[in-house]
């Protein structure tokens, strides 16, 4: 049974950082696409960013480029977004996902697997 498990989201004023984890079981990140999606109430959701196992390769979405990081620890089955430099449009409820897949995926459709999200607030 695939289990997702999202914690460190919390408050933090605007300029300040968090770091997200989601700890995974039942899946190996060898055959695994692990995304971080976020969404608004009322708006749709959408994807943050991603990993894979191709080559390692990532997904960020614009408007988070070269402020999150995606990283995954083997060892731990823990696949971590740290955020920086946050601002108030990145408050959300931030969820991880997994698809089996070896390329990132985009699309929320497309995970079979969910976490049940941790709340981001970012503060003036």
């Known amino acids: 049974e695939v289990q997702l498990v999202e914690s460190g989201g919390g408050e933090v004023q605007a300029g300040g950082t968090l770091r997200l984890s989601c700890a995974a079981s039942?899946?190996?990140?060898?055959?695994?696409?692990i995304s971080w999606f976020r969404q608004v109430h009322g708006k749709e959701r959408e994807a943050v960013a991603c990993?894979?196992?191709?080559?390692?390769?990532?997904y960020y979405k614009d408007s988070v480029k070269g402020r999150f990081t995606i990283s995954g620890d083997n060892a731990k089955m823990t696949i971590y977004l740290q955020m920086n430099s946050l601002s108030r449009e990145d408050t959300a409820v931030y969820s991880c996902?997994?698809?089996?897949?070896?390329?990132?995926?985009?699309?929320?459709?497309?995970?079979?697997?969910w976490g049940h999200g941790t709340q981001v607030t970012v503060s003036a």
């Open positions: 996902a997994a698809v089996e897949s070896p390329f990132c995926v985009r699309a929320d459709v497309l995970y079979n697997h």
């Open positions: 039942g899946v190996t990140f060898d055959d695994y696409a």
């Open positions: 990993i894979s196992s191709e080559n390692g390769s990532k």
